[in-house]
Every structure is written in C-alpha cells, then in structure tokens.
C-alpha cells in the first residue's frame, strides 16, 4: 500500500519561511519522480515543484522560482519543499505526488499516488 505523508505545514508571516517533508513508502522511491503541489480554497489544484529520481532534474512553477527548493533523500524515502520568502497568496494545503514516470512534468493527472496534504497559512 502507498503512503504519502506530509508533515511542516503550519502558519507564518509573510516573508518568513517553512519546509515541509513528505516521507513515502510502498512504491520504488529511488524510480518515482516526486511532486509538490497546493490547493488553495476555491481554486484548481496547482504545481508547485517536481524532482527527478536521481534528484539531478528540478522543475519549478513559475511563481515559485528562487523562493522554494525541492530536494530529495533517496535513503530516507523523503522529498522536502524548502518555501523562503512565503506571501499570503502562498496560502493553500500543499500535496506531495509520485509518478512512476521518469518525466518532471506539472500535470496533477500524470501522478498516481498523492497524500493527504499539510495547511500552510501565511499571514500579511
């Protein structure tokens, strides 16, 4: 059975910062390219970030770019968000994904297992 677990979300103000962890198990983690995404009330789910299986390929949002990190550890069967510079807008429950596919790609519809998503609420 696969679990996605997210953990780290919780509230801060704008500016500041949080890393949320995902740890996996169930699924070849070494093989699965691992997704971040985030929901916000009202609105569709969004892409955050991607990292490929080896860690060597990043892809990220544009709105996202030079302000959140994704990083795995392949020994551990984690994948982490490390989210600088947070802005209210920011505010949403993030989703960690995994794929099988090697591709890093945005689509929600290209990933086949999600957890169950961690609340980040930034604050102005």
């Known amino acids: 059975q696969v679990q996605l677990v997210e953990s780290g979300g919780g509230s801060v103000q704008a500016g500041g910062s949080l890393t949320l962890s995902c740890a996996a198990s169930?699924?070849?983690?070494?093989?699965?390219?691992m997704g971040w995404f985030r929901q916000a009330p009202g609105k569709e789910r969004e892409f955050v970030a991607a990292i490929s299986w080896s860690g060597g390929t990043t892809y990220y949002a544009d709105s996202m770019k030079g302000r959140f990190t994704i990083s795995r550890d392949n020994a551990k069967n984690t994948v982490s968000l490390q989210m600088n510079s947070l802005k209210p807008e920011d505010t949403a429950v993030y989703y960690c994904a995994a794929r099988l596919g090697r591709q890093t790609v945005p689509m929600p519809t290209a990933y086949e297992n999600w957890g169950q998503g961690t609340q980040v609420t930034v604050s102005s």
């Open positions: 169930g699924l070849p983690f070494i093989t699965s390219t």
